[in-house]
C-alpha cells in the first residue's frame, strides 16, 4: 500500500510506501493527513467492500458523511492479475474490448461474467446502501477511499 504525503517545504504530493496494521488503520493515518485540507460541505466516498473500513474512519475524523459506491472488477480466473473491466451500479460498464480479445472470451463468456457481476453489486447495494442510489457529489467536495 502506499500513501499520499504532502511535503512540508514544496506543498507538492509524494507517493511513498507504508505498512498499516488493517484497512482501519490505514484509514486513521489518512484522516492525519486530510486534516491540513479545507473543505467546504466534504462527504466521504468508499468503494464497497473493501474501501468501506477506510472510508469509515476517515469520515468519522472529517466528521463528513460516508456514502457507498458498489464497483465490481471483472477479471478471468485463470488470469486474475489483467482485469477486462469494471461494473459499477447503475450499469456502468467499462469493457477493455482488447483484453477480452486477448483472453479469448466469447460474448456468453463475457455476458455470464457481466451478469454475475450485477448479482454482486445488487447484493451490496441493496445490503450495504439500502438501495440508495449513489452519492451525488456534485455539490461536495468529495474524497475517494479505494480497495486497498
Known amino acids: ?4 504525503e504532502r511535503t512540508a517545504h514544496s506543498g507538492a504530493v509524494e507517493s511513498m510506501p507504508v505498512r498499516f496494521a488493517d484497512r482501519r488503520d490505514a ?9 491540513g485540507f479545507r473543505y467546504e460541505d466534504p462527504i466521504v466516498v468508499g ?3 473493501g474501501g468501506m473500513p477506510v472510508a469509515a474512519e476517515v469520515a468519522g475524523a472529517l466528521q463528513a458523511p460516508l456514502e457507498i459506491v458498489v464497483v465490481r472488477e471483472l477479471v478471468v480466473p ?7 473491466g469494471a461494473l459499477a451500479e447503475g ?3 467499462i469493457i477493455d474490448d482488447e483484453a477480452v480479445r486477448r483472453q479469448g472470451l466469447s460474448t456468453a463468456q463475457l455476458d455470464a461474467m457481466v451478469g454475475r457481476a450485477r448479482l ?11 438501495g440508495a442510489p449513489g452519492p451525488n457529489t456534485v455539490e461536495h467536495d468529495a474524497r475517494l477511499s479505494l480497495t486497498g
Open 27 to 35: 484509514g486513521r493515518r489518512l484522516a492525519t493527513l486530510l486534516f
Open 47 to 49: 468503494i464497497a467492500p
Open 78 to 84: 485463470e488470469n486474475p492479475e489483467h482485469p477486462i
Open 120 to 130: 454482486t453489486i445488487n447484493w451490496f447495494t441493496q445490503h450495504l446502501c439500502q
Open 1 to 4: 500500500m502506499t500513501i499520499l
Open 91 to 93: 450499469e456502468i460498464a
